[in-house]
């Protein structure tokens, strides 16, 4: 009895050992070599399977499969003791068997389980899975084999032999193949060192084959665990069988053979060990090239076209209140058909010639820690043929346009960047604020920065020097140079000196700044010196009377949900324009008004003393301001104070209700953040305003995409207390192909008890997808309507009309081809200009004009542009007409490269 009980569980650990990792039933192939001792078990009922006829034997065995199979296996066994008249209570056993029996099937689970993870890594390996995992289930058969006892069966120690000897023979093959492998790598690193100073193909070999040495090292550490196992497992195996003189060792293997197969697996495990030594040393290697990254980037463009006017010198006109064509840089400024310096004053405008650039960069991944480290550097050349009619002072044909570089110093930042024409920077609020890209007078020059962070004080340096063509501000030849620091946290300081035209002394200046934020309290300042230097020494800086001064100093404050800032500003009149400052970006306004990104915080000539504060509670937002005003030189006492207070609450469906009461209605309120909502042209009124607003992009608003805003205005200053009334809002829809892309309306009357005084306004944007409902080519309408009717003051009646029609081809021809047509016209009455755009606000609802405000002046304006585009080829023609006469005809063909 214990010779078959010892037989069965031999039978069932040999069945084991294949896994839940082998397939059977529905999954099982035919010929798979355990398919009959698995259907050897499921006809006993030891294992039966998934409910949907599957065995899926890749899966790992549980120790509840475990114990669930070794429980059926005992009922049979049970079963037929009981039909032998055999005591089933395994009493035949002696206690040293019964315990090693136990003991066996206690750690059957855990062993399966770590052998199923080992399976399913090798069949996850290179293409030889195949044979490892045969070799991996015939080791795990050689170690689920019982340990013999005296009386063994002889065809049983031959069947042990038997698969010695094919475990011999499959570890053998991936012996070889692991070779082959290992011969493989051996050229592919002979391969890249024949190519090591050629980069760029070292990394494209380097990327296809990334996954392939990826999985090569796992199989060479999977092979390596599994040899140290098998040789374990056989030293064991030989250990006991030399325990057991009973045994036939020459009928099962003699030591010769398990000395082979030891002899075997140390070879194998060296070749292994090799193997993984060559897959390291060539990672090495591709790290250190691949540290330094290099990136060659650029484009080539090809023009032909001309631009010509009738009569030759007929007067620019705007044709950007048209459509957006390639002849013009934009809404109005430099947007005008001749506006800009290239087409002026030219008859016949040649736009011929070619440009071509080209971006170099080099970057390192692992930059030195110590001394100057280059992380990232790059370069940007321009090269350009021109007609010699397109310009009247030609540009070089070819230029450095940018360069940037970047890296550290003892691990502390620096940077370095050239522009030619936008060059960058900042100092403070009034001194070099010249990082405005809408400031169209080109600076060339350069920036350097670097920040101490493991210095004391943590002191920061920005150095700028170049060249500015700017009219006023940045005159010439500038350079400055500002340095930082930081005592503790929430305190910097900075000290900072600039100088524009060096070579003549026409202007400098010193600037002192900075801030203190401790917890919820903040205080910023700054005093700004400017002067010439004609005949001008240093104490002249602080002398008021010599030079220009500009100095505020603002806090903030916050306790629970009260906000309270105050602010003291004394800026000279010099500083308009950005002269004293010699900043750019400070050339048209002041206070946030309007203009650029950049604005100073408060306007020139303009000493004064404000108070704010504001409260939250909820739904519920409360501000108020005190504001004293008078100009910079004003004598003391001469001061225009402006009051106001405002609340405004959040009702529901996205509604919102505010009040206010203003005495100033936009124009001293720099810091008021709830007139927002006023209309920005209409001013000049004092008293009472309510404006009721829903908001189209609230979560819970009642009308999606729908914004409106109903204001009433009570205006106490005017003669007959008017009252003011403006509706306006804008809402889009879409119907299946039709979208309404946006609908404007206005209506707004600033005195109701003054006839003849209200404007109407009104326009939509539409586009019609017909691709979508299958038509060929994937055409698409475009159209557009808007316009406006004031009645001004005496009268008048000032009239703005823009309608535009177009049709998009998505597909013309062939793929890759679309094209484009577009017809459009304005007119306008008792306007300011009809040729020289000042602004758009077409389509927007919070404005009563179009293109130009009131004045004089009448006329027309129409035109059509078809552009065809073929990918990067493009094609553009177009003729425009006034109603004077003149007229405008332009061509273009550019093809673009990029790589």
Excluded: C
């Amino acid at each position: 009895m214990k010779k078959r009980l010892v037989m069965l569980l031999a039978g069932l650990l040999t069945v084991l050992s294949m896994g839940f990792g082998l397939a059977q039933f529905a999954d099982v192939p035919a010929g798979h070599w355990a398919r009959e001792a698995v259907e050897a078990l499921a006809a006993r009922g030891i294992i039966i399977g998934f409910p949907d006829g599957t065995f899926r034997g890749n899966e790992n065995l549980t120790r509840y499969q475990a114990a669930l199979i070794i429980y059926r296996l005992l009922q049979q066994i049970e079963e037929e003791l009981q039909a032998a008249g055999v005591s089933p209570t395994l009493e035949a056993l002696s206690p040293e068997e019964l315990e090693a029996v136990r003991n066996a099937v206690q750690e059957l689970a855990a062993e399966l389980a770590a052998l199923g993870v080992r399976v399913s890594a090798l069949e996850d390996s290179v293409a030889t899975k195949e044979d490892i995992a045969r070799l991996e289930a015939l080791i795990e058969e050689l170690r689920a084999q019982p340990m013999p006892e005296p009386g063994m069966d002889p065809a049983a120690l031959q069947d042990l032999a038997d698969r010695v000897e094919a475990a011999s023979i499959a570890a053998d093959t991936a012996l070889a193949q692991a070779q082959q492998l290992a011969e493989q790598l051996e050229a592919l690193a002979e391969e890249l060192e024949g190519v090591r100073g050629d980069v760029a193909a070292l990394r494209t070999q380097v990327e296809a084959n990334a996954q392939a040495i990826e999985a090569l090292n796992e199989l060479a550490v999977l092979l390596n665990q599994d040899v140290l196992s098998l040789q374990d497992r056989v030293t064991a195996l030989e250990k006991a069988l030399a325990e057991a003189p009973e045994i036939d060792l020459e009928a099962f293997a003699t030591r010769e053979d398990l000395a082979a197969v030891q002899e075997f697996t140390a070879a194998l495990r060296s070749d292994l060990v090799n193997l993984s030594e060559k897959v390291t040393a060539l990672e090495g290697r591709v790290a250190e090239l691949a540290r330094v990254q290099y990136t060659i980037s650029g484009s080539l463009t090809a023009t032909f076209g001309t631009v010509v006017l009738t009569p030759p010198a007929a007067a620019p006109f705007d044709i950007d209140r048209l459509f957006a064509t390639p002849f013009s840089t934009g809404v109005f400024g430099a947007s005008q058909v001749a506006s800009s310096v290239q087409l002026a004053d030219v008859a016949t405008r040649n736009l011929t010639g070619g440009i071509a650039t080209l971006t170099f960069g080099v970057r390192n991944t692992a930059p030195a820690a110590t001394g100057v480290a280059v992380s990232e550097a790059s370069a940007t050349l321009w090269f350009g043929i021109y007609g010699t009619t397109f310009v009247a002072s030609p540009d070089p044909r070819a230029r450095i346009d940018a360069v940037s570089v970047r890296g550290t110093v003892d691990g502390q930042a620096f940077t370095v960047a050239y522009s030619r024409a936008a060059s960058s920077f900042r100092f403070n609020d009034y001194l070099f604020v010249n990082n405005d890209p809408a400031v169209g007078d080109p600076r060339q020059g350069v920036v350097a920065t670097f920040t101490g962070s493991k210095l004391p004080l943590t002191p920061s340096v920005t150095v700028v020097a170049g060249v500015s063509d700017g009219a006023n501000s940045l005159v010439n030849n500038y350079f400055g140079i500002r340095g930082a620091i930081k005592p503790f946290e929430g305190l910097d300081l900075a000290l900072s000196y600039a100088v524009t035209n060096p070579n003549f002394v026409a202007r400098s200046a010193l600037g002192l700044d900075g801030g203190l934020r401790v917890g919820d309290f903040t205080v910023r300042g700054l005093f700004v010196t400017s002067k010439t230097a004609v005949g001008t020494t240093f104490q002249d800086y602080f002398d008021p009377a010599v030079a220009d001064w500009a100095y505020y100093v603002r806090g903030e404050a916050k306790v629970g949900p009260l906000s309270l800032s105050a602010n003291y500003r004394a800026i000279d009149p010099d500083y308009a324009n950005g002269v004293a400052g010699m900043s750019e970006a400070h050339r048209a306004y002041y206070g946030g008004v309007q203009g650029f990104q950049s604005p100073a915080p408060y306007p020139a000539d303009e000493r004064g003393l404000g108070v704010n504060l504001s409260a939250a509670l909820g739904p519920v937002a409360v501000e108020a301001y005190g504001d004293s005003y008078n100009t910079y030189n004003a004598p003391p006492g001469n001061f225009t104070t402006d009051l106001g207070v405002a609340g405004r609450i959040a009702l529901f469906s996205g509604f919102s209700l505010r009040v206010a009461y203003d005495t100033s209605y936009g124009s001293g309120a720099n810091y008021f953040d709830l007139t927002t909502q006023i209309p920005s042209n209409v001013t000049g009124v004092t008293g009472v305003t309510a404006t009721l607003r829903h908001d189209g992009a609230a979560r819970d608003a009642l009308v999606k995409d729908l914004n409106l805003t109903l204001q009433g205005r009570y205006d106490t200053l005017t003669p007959g207390n008017p009252f003011g009334l403006a509706v306006f809002g804008d809402y889009k829809l879409a119907l299946g192909p039709l979208s309404l892309d946006r609908i404007v309306f206005r209506y707004n009357d600033p005195n109701l008890s003054v006839s003849n005084n209200e404007t109407l306004k009104g326009g939509v944007q539409a586009s019609a997808d017909l691709g979508a409902l299958g038509l060929p080519f994937k055409p698409r309408v475009l159209g557009e309507v808007v316009g406006r009717r004031t009645e001004a003051g005496g009268g008048a009646l000032v009239t703005e009309l823009k309608w535009g029609l177009g049709l998009a081809l998505g597909e013309f021809l062939f793929p890759g081809s679309s094209l484009e047509a577009r017809y459009a016209q304005y007119r306008a009455g008792n306007v300011a200009s009809v040729t020289t755009g000042a602004f758009d606000q077409a389509f927007s609802p919070a404005h009563d004009q179009l293109y130009s405000g009131s004045g004089g002046t009448s006329g027309s304006l129409a035109g059509f542009n078809v552009t065809w585009r073929y990918y990067d080829f493009r094609a553009d023609y177009g003729e425009y007409l006034r109603d004077t006469g003149d007229h405008a005809r332009t061509f273009r063909v550019t093809y673009t490269v990029r790589f």
